[in-house]
C-alpha cells in the first residue's frame, strides 16, 4: 500500500527566506511523486513532478524537490520565499493511483 | 494546449434539492477524468473516475454519482444533498491511466445548508 505524509501542517516564513516543505512517502513500487500547489478556492496547479530520472527535480516559479530513496522523502524547498507564494501544499505519491498527503499550509510574512 | 473547465464556480444549495456539476475538457481526446471532494479541513478525496464515455467507478459509496456522456464531459450529480455534501469540488483529467499526472480545473465551491 502506498501512503505518503507531509510532516507540517502549516509553514510561517518571511518573505526572502527559504522554504522547505517536508514530505515522506510509502510504496511498495518505485513510485511517481508530484508536489501540488492551491491557492484559496482555486484548483490543483501542479508544480514539479519525479518519475525516477534526476533525483532532484526542477518545477515552476523557483521550487524543486529532491527524491531520497534511502529516506523516502520528497522535501519541497525554494530559496526566497515571494508574498505570492502563500497557499496549501500537496506531495502526491502515485504508484497504483494517487494518494494525496494532507497538505501543507504557507504564509508569508512581510 | 488543454484546458479544463468547471461550472458553477459557487453553489449554494438547500438541503434534498438535486446537484449537478458539470466538467469539461478542451484539447485532448479520450482522457481520464476524475471528481475529487476537498472538504474544509481535509485533504482530497477521490470520488469517481472514468476510463471512457460510460465507464464510471466510484471509490466512495455516498449520496452522489457521475456519468460521462460524452468523451469530454463528466457530470457529477445527487438526487437530494445532504449537508455532509458540502466542499470544494474539483475535476481533473489525466493523459494515461490513474497514476499519470492529473491537471486539475478551478473547481466548484459547494454549500449545502
Known amino acids: 500500500a502506498q501512503s505518503v505524509t507531509q510532516l507540517d501542517s502549516h509553514v510561517s516564513v518571511s518573505e526572502g527566506t527559504p522554504v522547505l516543505l517536508r514530505c515522506n512517502y510509502s510504496?511498495?513500487?518505485?513510485?511517481?511523486l508530484f508536489w501540488y500547489v492551491q491557492h484559496p478556492n482555486k484548483g490543483l496547479q501542479l508544480l514539479l513532478k519525479y518519475t525516477s530520472a534526476a533525483t532532484l527535480v526542477k518545477g515552476i516559479n523557483g521550487f524543486e524537490a529532491e527524491f531520497k530513496k534511502s529516506e523516502t522523502s520528497f522535501h519541497l524547498t525554494k530559496p526566497s520565499a515571494h508574498m505570492s507564494d502563500a497557499a496549501e501544499y500537496f506531495c502526491?505519491?502515485?504508484?497504483?493511483?494517487?494518494?494525496f498527503g494532507a497538505g501543507t499550509t504557507v504564509t508569508v510574512r512581510a | 494546449s488543454q484546458t479544463i473547465h468547471q461550472w458553477p464556480a459557487t453553489l449554494v444549495q438547500p438541503v434534498g434539492s438535486p446537484l449537478s456539476l458539470e466538467c469539461t475538457v478542451e484539447?485532448?481526446?479520450?482522457?481520464?477524468l476524475y471528481w475529487y471532494r476537498q472538504a474544509a479541513g481535509r485533504g482530497l478525496q477521490l470520488l469517481f473516475y472514468s476510463v471512457g464515455i460510460g465507464q464510471i467507478s466510484s471509490e466512495v459509496p455516498q449520496n452522489l454519482s457521475a456519468s460521462r456522456p460524452q468523451d469530454r464531459q463528466f457530470i457529477l450529480s445527487s438526487k437530494k444533498l445532504l449537508l455532509s455534501d458540502s466542499g470544494f469540488y474539483l475535476c481533473a483529467w489525466s493523459v494515461l491511466a490513474s497514476t499519470d499526472t492529473q491537471y486539475f480545473g478551478p473547481g466548484t465551491r459547494l454549500t449545502v445548508l
Open positions: 510504496s511498495s513500487y518505485s513510485p511517481s
Open positions: 502526491v505519491v502515485s504508484d497504483y493511483k494517487l494518494s
Open positions: 484539447g485532448t481526446s479520450n482522457p481520464n
